[in-house]
């Protein structure tokens, strides 16, 4: 038997127990013990005269800012997303009007922002699959696979002894994304 022959095979086998959730566990157990390799999270070295800009960049964008860094001096702004959007409603005194006005003289700018909500999602199912809590990971990939997933995980986290582990995997995560669109730029 070839190997499309096999695959076509064992497709056609789990087709047949699609239905029977004790014939699925069953399944599952076997091939994440016998066969599932979990990959390799691939580690971003991040140089170390980029480490504390990145940190920091990083930070602010996780508290909802939207980061300015000049490429040229390596200084950067922060502005709160929510200024940027109704920038008359909340800058009475124009300080946020000030910087902006700053960013537009730079001539080589990198933004960063929040991540989409996609990349956000892929970080909470990267942690759910770095923990070796087996049941605590089944809580969070089960949660993952609901409707609600964003507050249904913060919920659990927030309430569990991994708290302060997912605040430092999601830090190390957003720098990488950072430095990633710094490197890009």
């Known amino acids: 038997m070839n190997k499309t ?9 789990l087709q047949q127990a699609k239905d ?13 013990e016998e ?22 960049i990083a930070e602010n964008v996780d508290c909802g800012y939207v980061c300015f860094l000049n490429t040229d001096t390596m200084e950067h702004i922060d502005i709160p997303s929510g200024i940027l959007d109704d920038l008359d409603g909340f800058d ?21 922002k929040q991540p989409h909500s996609s990349e956000s999602f892929k970080i909470m199912k990267q942690f759910a699959n770095h923990i070796n809590d087996e049941k605590f ?4 990939i089960n949660i993952l696979e609901r409707n609600k997933p964003f507050a249904n995980f913060k919920n659990l986290i927030d309430n569990s002894d991994y708290r ?4 430092k995997f999601k830090q190390v995560k957003l ?11």
Not at 5 to 13: F, P, S
Not at 164 to 167: C, E, H, N, P, R
């Open 35 to 56: 066969i599932y390799e979990k990959p390799e999270e691939e580690e971003i070295e991040i140089p170390e005269k980029y480490k504390k800009l990145v940190h920091d």
């Open 175 to 185: 720098e990488e994304y950072v430095f990633e669109q710094f490197d890009i730029n």
């Open 137 to 140: 990971q089944d809580q969070l």
């Open 92 to 112: 009475d005194d124009g300080l946020w009007q000030k910087d902006l006005d700053k960013v537009d003289l730079w001539k080589n700018v990198i933004q960063f």
């Open 5 to 13: 022959e096999m695959l076509n095979t064992i497709i056609a086998m």
């Open 20 to 32: 029977d959730n004790a014939k699925l566990q069953h399944i599952y157990e076997f091939m994440m």
């Open 164 to 167: 302060q582990d997912w605040f």
